[in-house]
């Protein structure tokens, strides 16, 4: 009897890589294990499919696979091995090979094949050791692929500025974490842009990004896009939805402009973060989701908390880490590259070559209430009507975009009901009225501009 202590001995063989052998003959079985352990593997056993399934939860670095195994069919488990074990190698073992069936593996996937009987334990250990090295390589190859997505994704965030280089040592902070994060920023900032960075630079970034306007989406329907719902569960659904909290499962959720949620709906999505599971309308049971939440909002929900438009409980949820990104007006360092980038999106045929200073100056110069979307509007009207090879400061457009005084004028209450007020008259009046065009300067959803001139009783306006 052996004195070495039990759990060393499981540490230890639980260190070896280990190698699923799915066959339903005992012998052929047994020969194997013996040449592969040989090796220094630890084996896995699976006569029939059920079996494979159930063993591929232990994470096999290569699965020798019988091309008959029972009932089941060798191509198809391939292609279901690759989807819940992608990072394990498939070496098809096979006593009737043919080139058809050999190219059929190779492109359902598989590495090699080998013929039975196995008289040669060398090649066994060979093609195993080969199998290894290039399931290693394609880790080291996604790794550096993600690599490189991280860093083009805070590239794409620009940030010549202190403030922004603060927002982006922040998101390079949180490259690690997986806690959910309240984004709070005015309209047009990039809140959506953050977003995306704080997803591809985190252990998700393979994962879905699905973002969702909160204010775009119309009262009645929001709980369905959601959180799904079943055939049949109210008039017009034909056909069941996911839903958005499942297809951002092992992802992330970007929940844009979460102050404008109804009341009525942030108890249920409480219950969600809480549980981390959802319940479908019209459905009798929940469903387990994975997915982390990042959320943005242009208004102050603590001052929503307090005056109760907004859970506080739910607000302590979704602001675990909270990041401010800045309005343009105080990161003018990031309008000269704001403007190249812009620039360069410009249509092929446009005689546009670059802009001169005195007019770079005044983008520079100017409020942009609107922030960057209204700078990138800007430059695509300019660059529409531009008479020639530079743009002008006549070519801008420039009027008075000075920002609302932060100070209302007399005989105007001071508070955010009142400066929200004033901000949606200001912005009609410089659309003409125009409702659509006011909630793209706003950055809001069309819906949540007339919510907004319903509760101001300005529909009339």
Not at 37 to 50: F, I, Q, R, W
Not at 122 to 138: D, I, N, P
Not at 172 to 187: K, T
């Amino acid at each position: 009897m052996s004195d070495e202590n039990p759990v060393a001995s499981r540490r230890r063989s639980s260190a070896r890589p280990r190698v699923l052998v799915a066959d339903d003959e005992p012998r052929l079985v047994r020969s194997l294990r013996r040449q592969v352990e040989g090796g220094g593997y630890e084996v896995l056993e699976a006569p029939d499919a059920a079996s494979v399934r159930k063993q591929l939860r232990r994470d096999p670095e290569v699965v020798l696979l019988d091309l008959k195994l029972g009932e089941a069919s060798g191509l198809e488990l391939i292609s279901e091995i690759r989807g819940s074990c992608p990072q394990a190698e498939i070496v098809v073992i096979t006593g009737h090979a043919s080139v058809d069936s050999v190219v059929a593996c190779m492109r359902a996937g598989a590495f090699d094949y080998l013929e039975k009987p196995f008289g040669d334990q060398h090649r066994v250990l060979q093609t195993l050791q080969r199998a290894r090295e290039f399931r290693g390589l394609r880790i080291r190859n996604r790794e550096l692929e993600g690599e490189l997505d991280r860093r083009a994704a805070l590239e794409g965030i620009i940030a010549r500025s202190q403030p922004m280089k603060r927002v982006v040592d922040m998101i390079r902070d949180l490259s690690s974490n997986e806690s959910n994060v309240l984004i709070q920023a005015e309209s047009g900032t990039g809140k959506e842009l953050t977003a995306r960075a704080l997803h591809s630079t985190s252990p998700r970034g393979d994962g879905p990004f699905v973002p969702v306007d909160c204010g775009a989406l119309p009262e009645g329907i929001i709980e369905s896009e959601l959180f799904g719902y079943e055939r049949g569960a109210f008039t017009g659904a034909v056909r069941a939805s996911e839903g958005l909290f499942r297809s951002a499962n092992g992802g992330t959720l970007f929940l844009d402009e979460i102050g404008e949620l109804p009341v009525s709906l942030q108890a249920r999505l409480l219950r969600v973060i809480q549980e981390r599971e959802v319940r479908p309308l019209g459905a009798t049971e929940s469903i387990p989701v994975d997915v982390r939440l990042i959320a943005a909002t242009n208004r102050d929900l603590a001052e929503e908390v307090r005056r109760g438009g907004f859970r506080s409980d739910l607000f302590y949820r979704l602001r675990v880490v909270s990041i401010e990104v800045p309005p343009l007006r105080e990161r003018p360092e990031d309008i000269p590259e704001l403007v190249k980038l812009f620039l360069s999106r410009a249509p092929k045929d446009s005689p546009v070559k670059g802009i001169e200073p005195d007019a770079l100056q005044a983008l520079v110069d100017n409020s942009w209430p609107g922030n960057i979307r209204e700078l990138e509007n800007c430059l695509e009207a300019a660059l529409a009507l531009a008479r020639g090879p530079w743009l002008l400061r006549a070519d801008l457009g420039l009027g008075d975009h000075s920002a609302p005084s932060a100070t209302p004028p007399e005989g105007i209450e001071l508070s955010l009901e009142a400066y929200e007020q004033r901000c949606l008259i200001d912005a009609l009046k410089r659309v003409d009225g125009d409702v659509k065009r006011a909630a793209q300067l706003l950055g809001i959803g069309r819906s949540t501009l007339y919510r907004k001139l319903v509760h101001h009783n300005l529909n009339d306006s």
